[in-house]
């Protein structure tokens, strides 16, 4: 679909509204360049792009599929091609929805081709259509346009992530466990969020050698080191959240510790309470059988004093003896 499209000359739009995409190919050979935005085209939008701006046929196939890292490409005819990843940060599911920019760059025309969860450049064209003076120095202006609206929305996801690793941090380091799985899946979005704004660097250095013109040098270097300070930041949180993780798995060593001790005195106590009764469980049942010599001759007062409780009382005394005498070796 296509979202926009506007030809400029010396740093003003020409119209008040989108144009026909012939009039964009035609008119940018003539004097100034078109910015043509599409959003999520389909194949015929594409191929109908590509036939109007004379694209390179596997520039167009890389701007239909999604990529995991940015990069940037030259091809036949001063064209270029720049692929950005966008992010934003959902907090109720403590995920990053990646989108996908693609950004065809020639002396004449930019095509900006945007994938999936992808930031809004209608701020951006907006922004930069006030700004004349940057305007002026035609792609470049655009390119550096995009560039500074995606890395300002990474700010976000950085607090985002930011504020759930302090609440684990907060958790784990206080002495309680927390799941592994939410530590775990955190690290999984840094690292895929480093995937995306790492090599962009890389991304931003190569436009700084390409791109000659003075007035934009400042602006890039800008984007350029707030990148770098973002790059630094989730870097330090995948670490982070790698330590926040054997942390807790060695809070969680203890506490199966904690449990596995009480469990063992438990048992002692068991076993304790078992070796007492066993005896009296025997004498009792002896005494409880009858035979005829028992009931005949197991009669009277002393008979049952020095039988009956005798028998109870004879063997506690044995094993509280035993015991007293185990325990005094270690």
Request: hydrophobic share 45%; proline share 4%.
């Given at each position: ?37 599409l959003l999520e085209p389909t194949p015929d939008e594409l191929s109908r792009v590509r ?62 081709v945007r994938q999936g969860i992808a930031s809004e450049l209608h701020e951006a064209r ?205």
């Amino acid at each position: 679909m296509i979202v926009d499209c506007a030809h400029y000359v010396d740093g003003q739009r020409q119209g008040s509204g989108p144009m026909d995409l012939h009039d964009a190919s035609t008119l940018c050979q003539a004097e100034g360049f078109s910015w043509l935005g599409l959003l999520e085209p389909t194949p015929d939008e594409l191929s109908r792009v590509r036939e109007a701006f004379n694209l390179h046929e596997l520039a167009v196939e890389d701007a239909q599929t999604f990529h995991m890292r940015p990069k940037l490409e030259a091809y036949d005819g001063d064209v270029q091609l720049v692929i950005l990843r966008t992010a934003r940060y959902d907090d109720a599911t403590e995920e990053i929805d990646f989108g996908e920019i693609s950004v065809f760059l020639a002396p004449t025309f930019v095509i900006t081709v945007r994938q999936g969860i992808a930031s809004e450049l209608h701020e951006a064209r907006l922004r930069l259509e006030q700004r004349p003076e940057l305007l002026r120095a035609g792609p470049a202006a655009v390119l550096w346009a995009i560039l500074d609206h995606v890395v300002d929305d990474y700010g976000p996801v950085v607090a985002g992530l930011e504020n759930d690793i302090d609440q684990l941090e907060a958790t784990v380091f206080s002495g309680s466990s927390a799941p592994t799985e939410r530590i775990y899946s955190l690290r999984r979005e840094a690292t895929d969020f480093y995937r995306a704004v790492h090599p962009l660097i890389a991304v931003i250095n190569g436009l700084q050698r390409a791109i000659e013109d003075g007035v934009l040098q400042p602006y890039l270097r800008d984007v350029g080191d707030h990148l770098a300070l973002i790059n630094d930041e989730v870097a330090a949180q995948r670490d982070l959240l790698s330590t926040i993780l054997d942390a807790n798995l060695s809070v969680i060593s203890v506490e199966q510790t904690r449990v596995g001790v009480r469990q063992n005195a438990t048992m002692e106590r068991l076993t304790v309470l078992a070796t007492v009764f066993l005896p009296l469980t025997f004498i009792t049942g002896f005494f409880g059988q009858n035979f005829s010599w028992l009931v005949e001759n197991v009669t009277g007062l002393w008979a049952f004093l020095i039988l009956g409780l005798g028998g109870l009382i004879v063997p506690l005394v044995a094993l509280w003896v035993w015991l007293r005498k185990d325990s005094s070796h270690p």
